[in-house]
């Protein structure tokens, strides 16, 4: 590891936590007008949002984690055009949550900190369970997203666009990692994956 990955990783660190994403590609639904949401509505979709926006920022600290300590140059490439793309889901989420009302989760650099000490030990294990660690993690993204299409309300289009979007999306990163040589995890593994997913999710609806 050199002195230069290690300035990247912390400017990569203070862009995430501490200046507004931008992205590319238009946010998905930014055509359709604004529902009428009750209070109620607007504070669930909210929170949801804001759940998708740490899984985002975990996404960055993650996928920064790996690549540091990954050994093939091909992999490394692999995870920053992952975090790359992730980005525009972190704008999408965040603009998402402004136009809610909303606000993100107080508890982001921790979030961050965490999920960046995982994605180093995940890289350290060797490239293959790297990749299998990142097709992984998108695959219990993807199940989560798909958990908030059933929660959100059925006329808050608008976050109903960007969910389905970013769902599209991680499912694409996943078949990115097992195409580039990702093992299967372990079971054991999996679990202790879901169950700090569990965590961290029910943490952030609230705080």
């Known amino acids: 590891m050199n002195i230069d990955k290690l300035i990247i990783g912390f400017d990569s660190a203070l862009r995430t936590l501490f200046t507004p994403a931008h992205t590319a590609r238009s946010v998905p639904g930014s055509d359709l007008p604004e529902p009428d949401l009750t209070v109620p509505e607007k504070d669930l979709s909210a929170a949801l949002m804001r759940i ?111 969910v389905a979007q970013m769902q599209i999306d991680e499912a694409s990163h996943a078949t990115m990692a097992l195409s580039n040589g990702g093992a299967e995890l372990p079971l054991p593994v999996k679990f202790a994956m879901k169950l700090s997913s569990s965590v961290m999710t029910q943490t952030a609806y609230w705080v």
């Open 52 to 162: 998708n926006h740490v899984g985002e920022v975990c996404a960055q600290a993650l996928y920064q984690g790996q690549s540091l300590t990954a050994r093939n140059e091909a992999v490394q490439q692999t995870l920053m055009k992952a975090a790359r793309e992730e980005t525009e889901h972190l704008a999408w989420t965040e603009r998402r949550i402004e136009e809610l009302g909303g606000r993100k989760s107080f508890l982001n650099p921790l979030w961050y900190g965490g999920s960046f000490t995982i994605g180093m030990l995940a890289g350290v294990m060797g490239d293959k369970w790297n990749l299998g660690f990142l097709a992984e993690t998108e695959k219990q993204v993807g199940e989560h997203l798909s958990g908030h299409l059933h929660r959100l309300p059925q006329h808050d289009i608008k976050s109903r666009a960007i």
